[in-house]
């Protein structure tokens, strides 16, 4: 294969790893929309219903709030396999640069361009991702909080702290993502892992503030 026909394959193969990735993130954005609008009707009906009603209610929104996390969950696999696509394609072309004849130079920077545009705008959508997730994390948190209030005295103090974990872990998986938003290309993955474990002990916490709090109703 000549380095042309190599160049074109190549070109070929980003655009459909592109095109894949574009399909599949519509597919995953179009279940959260979804999920998403689920969880908030099912959220605003709470609010006029009964304690019986909203007991009921309460089930469906727990079942509604796992295909969102599902949802997210196939989201966010989508960008960062992209990710780690865009990202050998990122070595390559650098490599290319290195070795370009000044007549392949600057074709070569152009690719260079548009790949690494790709890459940023993935980073992008990752960090919205997950801006989201802890958005509705920070929901839940408060609902446990609403829900708390009905405990009995004795055991609402335990219940309390639970709760101040679980905001406290939110506020640094905050944190947590606004270094994400500011991390440079050689820090972006590990800052990535780092966000990505405070939101699972978010999740931890908040669980183990509602295990006390149905145990105390």
């Known amino acids: 294969m000549t380095p042309q026909q190599t160049k074109s394959s190549e070109n070929t193969e980003f655009e459909a790893g592109k095109k894949a990735y574009h399909e599949a993130m519509q597919k995953a954005q179009s279940q959260v929309t979804a ?20 007991d009921k209610t309460m089930e469906k929104l727990h079942e509604a709030t796992k295909q969102l996390d599902a949802a997210r969950k196939q989201e966010q696999q989508a960008i960062e396999a992209h990710l780690k696509a865009i990202h050998a394609d990122i070595v390559a072309t650098d490599a290319e640069l290195k070795h370009a004849t000044a007549a392949a130079k600057k074709a070569a920077e152009a690719r260079a ?52 974990d679980a905001h406290a872990k939110q ?14 290309a050689t820090a972006f993955n590990e800052v990535q892992h780092g966000v990505q474990a405070a939101i699972g002990e978010v999740k931890t916490a908040l669980e183990h503030a509602r295990a006390d709090i149905t145990k105390a109703l």
């Open 171 to 184: 506020e640094a998986a905050q944190k947590k993502l606004h270094a994400l938003k500011e991390a440079n």
């Open 35 to 54: 999920a998403t609008a689920e969880v908030h009707k099912l959220r605003a009906e709470m609010k006029t219903q009964t304690a019986e009603a909203r």
């Open 113 to 164: 361009k548009v790949v690494q545009e790709e890459y940023d705008a993935a980073k992008r959508s990752l960090v919205t991702v997950m801006d989201a997730e802890l958005a509705e994390w920070k929901t839940r948190i408060d609902e446990a909080q609403r829900m708390a209030a009905q405990v009995k005295a004795d055991v609402k103090k335990s219940v309390d702290a639970k709760i101040a």
